[in-house]
């Protein structure tokens, strides 16, 4: 048994967790399968939004996994509501 089939027997077993949700989420990116390491790693942040490490590797899975816009908005949280530009003052200054 792998440490894939090992941490899916603990999620059928019940023990869902972010910590278990971002190992599955860290192994299936391992063996190339980006898509299938965001749904976990989605879920692990769903479970723990301060889960930095999580936010980091899912933006990484949807990168891989075609979707850059994803990729960047759940690197950061915030992206979607920030304006994209920095605000100007009257001195040309940020």
């Not at 980006?34 to 939004?49: K, S, T």
């Not at 899975?61 to 992206?79: F, I, T």
């Amino acid at each position: 048994m792998d440490a894939g089939q090992r941490f899916e027997a603990l999620l059928a077993s019940g023990k869902d967790g972010a910590l278990l949700r971002f190992s599955l989420g860290m192994h299936y990116l391992g063996t190339g399968e980006p898509a299938r390491a965001a749904g976990h790693l989605r879920r692990a942040v769903e479970q723990d939004p301060d889960y930095s490490a999580a936010w980091k590797l899912l933006g990484k899975a949807l990168a891989q996994a075609g979707d850059p816009a994803g990729a960047v908005l759940n690197r950061d949280p915030e992206a979607e509501t920030r304006d994209p530009q920095p605000k100007r003052s009257h001195h040309g200054k940020k």
